[in-house]
């Protein structure tokens, strides 16, 4: 039985030689759980560093089209706004702290720890995502509902601008964009959902991903994690954009020296770090449904 060296010397060499592979599971890990082209728009061109300040013009557009009598016309034209939003850039950083011994003890315990640094990440950007949704108001962006009931999500999906592409009319637009349409639930509302459409309910295989429960009124129903009760979201992918400077970067940091460094107590440090911005970028492409429960 060949017999591994642990010492201080050989730990660093394992570190290194596997640098590479260590930041493609946090990356993998990242992504497969956010699965961002999903629900956001992914921007990647973002620079700067943590703490910048970036602008992000959000555009909207008011007005109606209304009956003219002959040799009359409209009071009102149509209208666009540009509200600029400034963002800070973040940075979420995870730590995974293990000692040499740890690793002689149990190799997989520590690739554990490893792959939980991009879960840890995967759990902070998805906050953000959903502060940004929940920061959806005013009246033609939101309803109420005592129930999630089949009508709550026609008219959610009523509430949404679809924009038209080239010379496409709107049923064709409505075809397009439907089956894009997603709603997300908690774990309470996908039950008082399912109660409440009981066949209305169907599976779509194709829309299938993780967290699907179904589809209704053309639009796929998933459960979020971290979802507040009470608060249903429906949109397409350009609500919200996450403005990404790079994937995920992974450092060992090196050993610190004297009595109390870590290279005395034999112990190492990983960071993963992800530079990035959550923001609402469209709210005519999300509604926030609020079930009253009564």
Known sequence: MAITDYSSQSLANVITKNQGYVSNLVEDKYLTHLDLNGFCTV???????????????????????????EGAGNDTSISTTLTPQRYQIKCAQAWFQYSDEALMRDPFAVNTGLGHLGVAMFNKVNTDIMAQMATVSGA???????????????????????????????????????????????????????????????????????????????????????????????????????????GV???????????????NKRLNDVFARKYYIAALTDINQIVKVTITGA
């Open 140 to 246: 033609d962006h939101t309803l109420s509902a005592a129930t999630p009931n089949f009508d709550v999500f026609v008219d959610a999906v009523a509430k949404l601008h679809i924009d038209d592409a080239a010379g496409e009319d709107a049923m064709a637009a409505q075809g397009r964009v439907l089956p894009t349409v997603w709603a997300l639930l908690s774990k309470a509302d996908i039950a008082s959902a399912r109660k409440a459409l009981k066949d209305s309910l169907q599976y779509v295989e194709a829309y299938a991903r993780t967290g699907y429960v179904g589809t209704v009124a053309g639009v796929n129903l998933y459960y979020q994690q971290n979802a507040t009760a009470g608060t249903i979201y429906v949109g397409t992918n350009k609500a919200v954009t996450v403005f990404n400077k790079t």
């Open 43 to 69: 921007d990647n061109t973002l620079q700067g560093v943590a703490g910048d300040i970036r602008t992000i013009d959000v555009y909207g557009a008011v007005g109606e089209a209304v009956d003219v009598a």
């Open 249 to 263: 970067d992974v450092e060992r940091a090196a050993r610190s020296g004297g009595v109390d460094g870590t290279a």
